[in-house]
Each structure stands twice: as structure tokens, then as C-alpha cells.
């Protein structure tokens, strides 16, 4: 199937069909996931004292207006993790709640320096998570990966060293990340930590042109050689880049209630996912933090979908691109778009 020969959905399946079809997601912050109502039962597990009287307090402290102040929060709120068991149970509830948007596959970011700070080892991070991925391939049918993100906001120096702690559980996550503040912290001031990623073999990928300009998305290709750009919206002002991530199909991993939530857009109607896909990019839809920003996978999905106007062409090529994007091999990804064109099939 291509978008060329996909059956006829009408308008009023596209919801039914939106939720049905199989996706990957590659774009989201296990940290990000943790909900109110568990921040809350794990400060009390821990002892750990929060700043908020309730949970409905601290929803509504959920009001940001840029991404600087989304990260103040989100990284109050991830204080509370300090066992194995915390960091399990956080991805074990994203996992689930993934599965039951028909998410088949996810790549998930995870912030090890915000738990290092606080005196919390990478290995209790990693496994925690990494037993939460093994569980979700048995139990839920999802495969799930991790990748380590660099907190752009510290040093270079800093993400050697975590990288460091990280290389004896190599096996557990499939490559690197940046992200966190981005105006004035470009992808160079990581290029030789990155550098160092590549001769590991891990995958690289960067968080660029969310708030920053086109020139960091030029960079994190040409200085960081990523993979795939995390974001990358800002792209779109200018043509050049344009061309560039069309002729590579360099993947974009796309937020928009994120984008909504952080300001990015001032509405989700003036979005410009469809001018990504337009122009030929490998955009991708992705619920970056779900806890934070309003709605998990098919949330998002649904959204967009009403405030743009895309179809079910759209709803195809979104989700084949989710697997063109991601880091599997080319056997598992033949399955997903077979499972794919099946769900299209019972539209028709
Ligand atoms: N960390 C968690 N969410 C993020 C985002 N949207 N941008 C940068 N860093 C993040
Ligand atoms: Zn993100």
C-alpha cells in the first residue's frame, strides 16, 4: 500500500481509524509520563516532601508559557524517583497506557544527570527502565528501547561522565539524545561527546529547532551527523533545510500538543505539520511528555488531525513514517506496515 491506493475512509471513521492503526512512537521522556497521581504516591513511598498540597494542585501548576518554564516543573516533579522499582513502575504505567493507543513500538528517552544529581546510580535508572521494556514485549506485545538523553543545559565534560557510568549497561539502550534548554546551548557544544557516541555505534539524535532556529537543526545533522531531528518544526522557515531533510528523509519527530502547551504554536490549527508532510518530510507524530502536555499518543493524533484537516492519506503516511523513523530492524518493520495496511483494510 501507498497513499496513492489506500481505501476510502469516510470523514466520520477517521477518529475510529486514528485510534485503530499501529504506530511507533519515537519521541517521548519516561519522566515526562509520571503522572500527578503517581508523583504523589512515590513522594510518599520515598519521604520525599513536594511543594504542592494535592494533586489537583500540582495539575494546575501545569500552565507554561515557554519550555523553560515546562522544565522547572518537569524536573521537580522527577525528584521523587530514587529506587529500581520507581523507575519501573513510571514505564511500566506509560507502557500500558501506549498499548491501548495501538502504539506497537516506542522509543523512549530518559534524563539519566537529572537522577545522578540527586545521588540516585545510572544502574538503578536503566534497570528499572530496561525491566519495564522487557515485561512490555512479553506482556503487552509493545516493544519498547531506551535512549539516553544529555541535559544540553550542563556541560560537555558533565555528559562524558554520565556516558562513562552508562557504557557497562550499553546493552540496554539503543543510542544518545539531547535535550533540555535549547536557546543557547547549539548542538556543537556536544560534538565531540557525540563523536565519541558514533564509534560506540549507538544511534544519535538531537533535540533542535523546537524553540532554536534552523541553524541548530544545520548543525545537529552536519556537526552531531543525528539521526533523526526531535522537533525540528522551525524548519520550516527555512527552504533550504527543507530540501535538505526531504532529500536525506531524515526523520522528524513532531509534538504538537507539546508545540500547543509550550507556546510553540499559538494554536493548533496554525501548525505546521502539514506543510512537513507536504513538503515530502518523514514527519512523525509523538506525545514528548503526555503527563505534562494534555494527551498520550492517540491523543495527539486525534488533535491534529480535527484542528488541521489532514485525512486518512495523512493518518498512512504519518504512521508509515513512524516506522520508516525508527530503530528497528527491516524485518519488524515489514510486520508493522503489513499490521498497518491490515488495519486500513477494515476501513475500506
Ligand atoms: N525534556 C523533556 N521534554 C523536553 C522538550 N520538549 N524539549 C527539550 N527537553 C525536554
Ligand atoms: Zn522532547
Given at each position: 500500500?501507498?497513499?496513492?491506493?489506500?481505501?476510502?475512509?469516510?470523514?466520520?471513521?477517521?477518529?475510529?481509524?486514528?485510534?485503530?492503526?499501529?504506530?511507533a512512537?519515537?519521541?517521548?521522556?519516561?519522566?515526562?509520563?509520571?503522572?500527578?497521581?503517581?508523583?504523589?504516591?512515590?513522594?510518599?513511598r520515598?519521604?520525599?516532601?513536594?511543594?504542592?498540597?494535592?494533586?489537583e494542585?500540582?495539575?494546575k501548576?501545569?500552565?507554561?508559557?515557554?519550555?523553560?518554564?515546562?522544565?522547572?516543573?518537569?524536573?521537580?516533579?522527577?525528584?521523587?524517583?530514587?529506587?529500581?522499582?520507581?523507575?519501573?513502575?513510571?514505564a511500566?504505567?506509560?507502557?500500558?497506557?501506549?498499548a491501548?493507543?495501538?502504539?506497537?513500538h516506542?522509543?523512549?528517552?530518559?534524563?539519566?544527570?537529572?537522577?545522578?544529581?540527586?545521588?540516585?546510580?545510572?544502574?538503578?535508572?536503566?534497570?528499572?527502565?530496561?525491566?519495564?521494556?522487557?515485561?512490555?514485549?512479553?506482556?503487552?506485545g509493545?516493544?519498547?528501547?531506551?535512549?539516553?538523553?544529555?541535559?544540553?543545559?550542563?556541560?560537555?565534560?558533565e555528559?562524558?561522565?554520565?556516558?562513562?557510568?552508562?557504557?557497562?549497561?550499553?546493552?540496554?539502550?539503543?543510542?544518545?539524545?539531547?535535550?533540555?534548554?535549547?536557546?543557547?546551548?547549539?548542538?556543537e557544544?556536544?560534538?565531540?561527546?557525540?563523536?565519541?557516541?558514533?564509534?560506540?555505534?549507538?544511534?544519535?539524535?538531537?533535540?533542535?529547532?523546537?524553540e532554536?532556529p534552523?541553524?541548530?537543526?544545520?548543525?545537529?545533522?552536519?556537526?552531531?551527523?543525528?539521526e533523526?531531528?526531535?522537533?525540528?518544526?522551525?524548519?520550516?522557515?527555512?527552504?533550504?533545510?527543507?530540501?535538505?531533510?526531504?532529500?536525506?528523509?531524515?526523520?522528524?519527530?513532531?509534538?504538537?500538543?507539546?508545540?500547543?502547551?509550550?507556546?510553540?504554536?499559538?494554536?493548533?490549527?496554525q501548525?505546521?505539520?502539514?506543510?512537513?508532510?507536504?513538503?515530502?518530510?518523514?514527519?512523525?507524530?509523538?506525545?514528548?511528555?503526555?503527563?505534562?502536555f494534555?494527551?498520550?499518543m492517540n491523543?495527539?493524533?486525534?488533535q491534529?488531525?480535527?484542528?488541521?484537516?489532514?485525512?486518512?492519506?495523512?493518518?498512512?503516511?504519518?504512521?508509515?513514517?513512524?516506522?520508516?523513523?525508527?530503530?528497528?530492524?527491516?524485518?519488524?518493520?515489514?510486520?508493522?506496515?503489513d499490521?498497518?495496511?491490515?488495519?486500513?483494510?477494515?476501513?475500506?
Open positions: 500500500m501507498s497513499t496513492n491506493n489506500i481505501p476510502h475512509v469516510a470523514p466520520e471513521r477517521l477518529p475510529e481509524l486514528l485510534k485503530a492503526i499501529p504506530k512512537e519515537l519521541h517521548m521522556h519516561i519522566e515526562g509520563s509520571l503522572e500527578p497521581e503517581l508523583i504523589f504516591a512515590l513522594a510518599q520515598n519521604g520525599v516532601s513536594i511543594p504542592y498540597a494535592s494533586v494542585e500540582l495539575r501548576a501545569y500552565a507554561f508559557t515557554n519550555l523553560q518554564t515546562f522544565l522547572d516543573i518537569y524536573y521537580a516533579g522527577a525528584s521523587v524517583l530514587l529506587q529500581e522499582q520507581d523507575f519501573y513502575d513510571m511500566w504505567a506509560y507502557l500500558e497506557r501506549a491501548t493507543d495501538n502504539v506497537v516506542t522509543e523512549m528517552f530518559f534524563d539519566p544527570q537529572t537522577h545522578t544529581a540527586r545521588g540516585v546510580p545510572v544502574k538503578t535508572v536503566i534497570d528499572g527502565l530496561h525491566r519495564a521494556c522487557v515485561d512490555a514485549k512479553d506482556q503487552l509493545v516493544s519498547a528501547a531506551l535512549i539516553l538523553c544529555f541535559l544540553r543545559h550542563l556541560s560537555e565534560e555528559a562524558f561522565a554520565v556516558l562513562e557510568e552508562s557504557l557497562p549497561y550499553r546493552d540496554k539502550f539503543i543510542g544518545v539524545g539531547l535535550d533540555s534548554s535549547e536557546v543557547g546551548h547549539p548542538p557544544k556536544f560534538a565531540r561527546v557525540f563523536a565519541r557516541c558514533r564509534e560506540l555505534g549507538l544511534h544519535l539524535v538531537a533535540h533542535a529547532g523546537e532554536g534552523p541553524a541548530y537543526v544545520w548543525s545537529a545533522l552536519d556537526v552531531l551527523k543525528v533523526r531531528i526531535d522537533h525540528g518544526v522551525q524548519s520550516s522557515k527555512d527552504p533550504a533545510l527543507m530540501a535538505r531533510l526531504a532529500k536525506d528523509r531524515v526523520p522528524l519527530t513532531v509534538c504538537p500538543l507539546s508545540n500547543l502547551k509550550l507556546c510553540v504554536f499559538p494554536d493548533l490549527k501548525h505546521n505539520i502539514r506543510t512537513l508532510l507536504d513538503a515530502g518530510l518523514v514527519a512523525t507524530i509523538n506525545s514528548d511528555d503526555p503527563a505534562y494534555g494527551g498520550y491523543e495527539n493524533w486525534l491534529t488531525f480535527a484542528a488541521t484537516g489532514l485525512d486518512a492519506r495523512h493518518a498512512w503516511q504519518l504512521a508509515a513514517n513512524s516506522f520508516e523513523g525508527s530503530f528497528i530492524d527491516a524485518s519488524t518493520r515489514k510486520v508493522y506496515m499490521r498497518l495496511d491490515q488495519a486500513f483494510a477494515q476501513f475500506a
